[in-house]
């Protein structure tokens, strides 16, 4: 079985930094696109950043110059490097990767579990 375990959220004051993680465990041959979502209360899910396997960016436009996505391919992990917070950041923040599984080599879209992340004085 193949998962998607974030951890990094928390509560930050307005202009602070938080860092979150991502790690996919499991039978896995490859990972394609691996990225952040994010939902705040009462809003739609909205991307926030994506990268692909050969490291191509992709941001919305409210977290350019402030977030920065990466991953790991040894660790099959993908980070998002939060930098000056703002309250609108508030959300619950999902990872998600596209994949294919080593056990039956089908293609498997998945989400993380969510992270909370609150920006407050």
């Known amino acids: 079985q193949v998962q998607l375990v974030e951890s990094g959220g928390g509560l930050v004051q307005p202009g602070g930094s938080l860092r979150l993680s991502c790690t996919a465990s499991?039978?896995?041959?490859?990972?394609?696109?691996m990225g952040w979502y994010r939902q705040a209360p009462g809003q739609q899910r909205e991307l926030v950043a994506t990268?692909?396997?050969?490291?191509?960016?992709n941001y919305t436009d409210s977290v350019k110059g402030r977030f920065t996505v990466s991953r790991d391919n040894i660790k099959d992990t993908v980070y998002l490097q939060m930098n000056s917070l703002k309250p609108e950041d508030t959300a619950v923040y999902y990872c998600?990767?596209?994949?294919?599984?080593?056990?039956?080599?089908?293609?498997?879209?998945?989400w993380g579990q969510g992270t909370l992340v609150t920006v407050s004085s």
């Open positions: 990268v692909t396997e050969g490291g191509r960016l």
């Open positions: 499991g039978s896995i041959f490859t990972i394609y696109t």
């Open positions: 998600t990767a596209g994949l294919i599984s080593s056990s039956d080599y089908n293609y498997l879209e998945l």
